[in-house]
């Protein structure tokens, strides 16, 4: 089991991209997605790697470079279970990044829920048998 909240929801995504020990993803609020959503007219993940040029296009380099770190290329290779939340106001992970992360997701089973529905409780993070209650049951 992987699990993180933020840029530690990106490692989750990754890890379970990945490693082939994971057997199940949770992923909090996940960072790191959609660094080219700016060519669709969408708002772009923290940590926002893509600057403007000076002619207020994107600068093709950096465009280019970011695609490797983008979780919307990670999320195509997560065949685990995989749990996502959203925050819907949130404007350092806007939603539209996370569903377009999530949308990518190539595991049958997976879930996505509005708000941080409490996945981990404080830094020691919840029983891998309760991660797998949780999932079963969405």
């Given at each position: 089991i992987v699990q993180g909240c933020s840029q530690g929801g990106a490692q989750a995504i990754i890890a379970g991209a990945l490693d082939p020990r994971v057997?199940?993803?949770?992923?909090e609020i996940p960072g790191m997605c959609d660094?080219?959503?700016?060519l669709v007219d969408r708002v772009s993940?923290?940590?926002?790697?893509?600057?403007?040029?000076?002619?207020?296009?994107?600068?093709?380099?950096?465009?280019e470079a970011a695609r490797y770190y983008d979780l919307v290329n990670f999320a195509r290779h997560v065949k685990v279970p995989t749990?996502?939340?959203?925050g819907m106001i949130d404007s350092v992970c806007p939603p539209t990044t996370v569903y377009a992360m999530f949308n990518q997701v190539a595991s049958g089973t997976r879930s996505i829920r509005?708000?941080?529905e409490q996945f981990a409780q404080g830094d020691a993070g919840i029983p891998p048998q309760e991660a797998r209650i949780r999932m079963r049951s969405l």
């Open positions: 057997d199940l993803v949770c992923s660094h080219t959503g700016m993940c923290w940590p926002k790697l893509v600057t403007n040029t000076p002619n207020g296009k994107p600068d093709p380099k950096r465009l749990y996502v939340t959203v509005r708000g941080r």
